[in-house]
C-alpha cells in the first residue's frame, strides 16, 4: 500500500513570512511528485512539479525533493492571505496514477 | 486552452438511482482520470484511460461503478443503485501522457453528489 502522509495543520504563518509544507512517501521506487493548492469547495490546482534531487523553483514557490529521505517539501516565500487553503502533496505512481496526502491547511494571519 | 470540464456540477439523487457524470479533458491530453474526494481527504484514485483504453481500475471501482472513453476523447463514468457512502466529489483529471511532463495532471471543476 503505498502512502503519502502529511501534518494536516492547520498551520498559521504571518502575512510576509515563509511557510513550509512536508510530505514523506512509502514508495522508494516513484519518480514524480506533486504539489496542489485546494480552496474550500474547489478542486485542486497543480502548483509544482518534481522530479529530480534537490529544489525546484518557481516565483514565491520553491519544491524540495529529497529521494534518500523519501521526503517533499513545499515552501511558500512573502506568504499571502490567499495562499491560505489547503496543499495536497501527491506522489506519481507507475507513471500515471496520484497517490495523494489528506493535505495539510495553511492559514496565512494579516 | 479551456481546461477540464466537468458536468453535472452538482448532483442530488435518491438511494438506488443510477447517476452518470461526464467529463471532457484538454483537447490535446490523451489521458483522463477519474477520482473521488471525500471531506478531509485528498483525491483518491478510481480508474484511467491513455485514448479510448481503460488501463487500470482501483479496487475502489465496484461493480457498480462503469467509466467510458468510447472515441478517446470525453469520458462518462455511471454509478448504479447509489448508496449513501457514494456522496463524495468526483473529480476529473487530464495529462499529456507524452513528453518529460507526461504526468502533470489537471483536474476539472469536480461533480458533487450527494446521496439521500
Known amino acids: 500500500q503505498k502512502e503519502v502522509e502529511q501534518n494536516s495543520g492547520p498551520l498559521s504563518v504571518p502575512e510576509g513570512a515563509i511557510a513550509s509544507l512536508n510530505c514523506t512517501y512509502s514508495?522508494?521506487?516513484?519518480?514524480?511528485f506533486f504539489w496542489y493548492r485546494q480552496y474550500s469547495g474547489k478542486s485542486p490546482e497543480l502548483i509544482m512539479s518534481?522530479?529530480?534531487?534537490g529544489d525546484k523553483e518557481d516565483g514565491r514557490f520553491t519544491a524540495q525533493l529529497n529521494k534518500a529521505s523519501q521526503y517533499v517539501s513545499l515552501l511558500i516565500r512573502d506568504s499571502q492571505p490567499s495562499d491560505s487553503a489547503t496543499y495536497l502533496c501527491?506522489?506519481?505512481?507507475?507513471?500515471?496514477?496520484?497517490?495523494f496526502g489528506a493535505g495539510t491547511i495553511l492559514r496565512v494571519k494579516s | 486552452d479551456t481546461g477540464v470540464s466537468q458536468d453535472p456540477r452538482h448532483k442530488i439523487t435518491k438511494r438506488g438511482q443510477n447517476v452518470t457524470f461526464r467529463c471532457d479533458p484538454i483537447?490535446?491530453?490523451?489521458?483522463l482520470y477519474w477520482y473521488r474526494q471525500t471531506l478531509g481527504q485528498g483525491p483518491e484514485f478510481l480508474t484511467y484511460?491513455?485514448?479510448?483504453?481503460?488501463?487500470?481500475k482501483s479496487r475502489l471501482l465496484s461493480d457498480r461503478f462503469s467509466a467510458e472513453r468510447p472515441k478517446g476523447s470525453f469520458s462518462t463514468l455511471e454509478i448504479q443503485r447509489t448508496e449513501q457512502g457514494d456522496s463524495a466529489m468526483y473529480l476529473c483529471?487530464?495529462?499529456?501522457?507524452?513528453?518529460?511532463?507526461?504526468?502533470?495532471?489537471?483536474f476539472g471543476p469536480g461533480t458533487r453528489l450527494t446521496v439521500l
Open positions: 518534481i522530479y529530480s534531487n
Open positions: 483529471a487530464s495529462s499529456p501522457g507524452r513528453g518529460q511532463r507526461d504526468n502533470e495532471q489537471f
Open positions: 483537447s490535446e491530453h490523451n489521458r
Open positions: 514508495d522508494r521506487g516513484s519518480q514524480s
Open positions: 484511460f491513455q485514448n479510448e483504453a481503460q488501463l487500470e
Open positions: 501527491a506522489e506519481g505512481v507507475d507513471g500515471n496514477k496520484l497517490v
